[in-house]
């Protein structure tokens, strides 16, 4: 053990103790720990920003598909109302905002459908009572 005091000695001076650089030794270890594990939660913490801010983002897109969806059946039940109205100009209206419902981004397969279903039912209804003929428009 003599050659390691003479080598502590050497190199930290003669007033050195082997506790004292036990004591120099360990806090450096501590030292490193204490990087080890702030680096740990520093990279843990972008992680965790990261992921809320992707939840964030698809939550936002879904309120705006939520919202764009309630504002494509709103204008559906306004255009299905403005068929009831005794304005022709108030019908093609309405039939303008059902066809373009028909091919908006918010409408799923099911609401085009829907669109499709009730223009059939329109025509057949303006047939019936003789307000569209069409037999006028296969001839055109």
Not at 24 to 31: D, E, K, P
Not at 62 to 70: A, P
Request: hydrophobic share 45%.
């Amino acid at each position: 053990m003599q050659p390691m005091a003479d080598f502590i000695g050497e190199l930290f001076g003669p007033s050195w103790t082997a506790q004292g650089v036990a004591a120099v030794i360990s806090s450096g270890i501590a030292l490193l720990a204490v990087g080890i594990s702030s680096r740990v939660a520093w990279r843990q913490g972008v992680k965790t920003r990261q992921h809320v801010d992707e939840v964030d983002a698809k939550q936002a897109e879904r309120e705006r598909e939520f919202k764009g969806r309630e504002h494509w059946w709103e204008r559906f039940s306004w255009a299905c109302v403005e068929f009831t109205a005794d304005d022709e100009d108030r019908i093609k209206v309405g039939l303008i905002v059902l066809s373009d419902l028909a091919t908006s981004s918010w409408a799923s397969e099911g609401d085009k459908l829907l669109v499709a279903s009730v223009l059939k039912e329109l025509v057949d209804i303006a047939v019936e009572e003789g307000v569209y003929d069409s037999a006028e428009d296969e001839s055109q």
